[in-house]
């Protein structure tokens, strides 16, 4: 399959995947996703839009304001350029992400008395999964703030991934030795047309236990999971660094994923 056509499956997930979480509001040329659980989302170019005016990007960041959810957008680089310059007219700083899908997967070596398991809905401990990527992100600024839970592991975000757990809408993958849990990381299956597409999102490891191949051993772990019944595995990364971990298990970028905020 042709990049282009690639990137347009991505486009139609990013517009399919917040729906089950927000409700929608069209501003001209961008959908506006408003969550309607403890998810934060955003707006972005409507599916088959090329030309963003930045009058559009003020209103969104208007009602974003009126509703009083954080200014974001996002939006894939290489299938809406328009939206570049109409989020820096409006006074938004941009961040660039390399896009990357999986091209060959790799297997990768476990890191000794390390054991990675699938969560699942009943586990008494989500909080602990949800609070491990809190701390795990609270000091990176990344491309990957929106949809995601936000600092706090409050009942209403533990409910909220238990629900989604149970409905196969996320799958975590953990990482834990001697008792400790070291990583987590998580995939978000999509029915997109007749086939089904995943993204890769939230793979935190903690500070003190970097650089020993967690972040790897769990993105692998999830394509190994979401290539059962996904035909396109994909994710977002922060930068460059984060990047390198995945491209080590078999990602290769495809595109740049741009998020600008107030
Ligand atoms: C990105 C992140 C998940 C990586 O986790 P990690 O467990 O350190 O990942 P890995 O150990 O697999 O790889 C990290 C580095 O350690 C190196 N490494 C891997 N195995 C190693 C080992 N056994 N011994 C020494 N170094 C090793 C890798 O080569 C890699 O180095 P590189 O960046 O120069 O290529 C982690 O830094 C993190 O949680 N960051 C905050 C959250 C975040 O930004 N997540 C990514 C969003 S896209």
Not at 236 to 248: F, I, L, N, W
């Amino acid at each position: 399959m042709s990049i282009s056509a690639t990137l347009q499956r991505v486009e139609q997930y990013y517009d399919i995947a917040p729906r089950s979480d927000s409700r929608v509001e069209e501003i001209g040329s961008l959908t506006l996703f408003i969550g309607t659980g403890p998810w934060a989302y955003y707006a972005r170019p409507r599916l088959g839009i090329d030309m963003v005016q930045a009058e559009d990007v003020e209103r969104a960041c208007a009602r974003m304001h009126e509703l009083n959810l954080p200014q974001a957008f996002e939006w894939m680089a290489e299938s809406t350029p328009s939206m570049r310059a109409a989020a820096s007219r409006s006074g938004l700083s941009i961040v660039d992400g390399p896009l990357l899908v999986v091209a060959d997967p790799v297997d990768v070596m476990l890191p000794g008395g390390v054991r990675l398991f699938l969560v699942g809905a009943d586990d008494p401990k989500l909080g602990d999964y949800l609070h491990l990527a809190a701390r795990a992100f609270s000091e990176t600024a990344t491309n990957e703030a929106p949809g995601e839970p936000g600092p706090e592991s409050s009942d209403a975000a533990v409910a909220h991934l238990r629900t989604r757990l149970a409905d196969g809408r996320t799958v975590l993958m953990a990482a834990m030795a001697q008792n400790r849990l070291l990583a987590v990381g998580s995939h978000h299956p999509v029915v997109v047309g007749d086939e089904v597409v995943t993204e890769i999102v939230g793979v935190a490891t903690l500070p003190d236990y970097r650089g020993r191949g967690l972040g790897a051993a769990i993105t692998a772990a999830l394509v190994s999971d979401a290539r059962q019944e996904c035909s396109l595995v994909f994710l977002s990364a922060g930068d460059d660094d984060s990047a390198r971990v995945y491209e080590r298990v078999g990602f290769a970028q495809i595109g740049t994923a741009c998020l600008a905020s107030s």
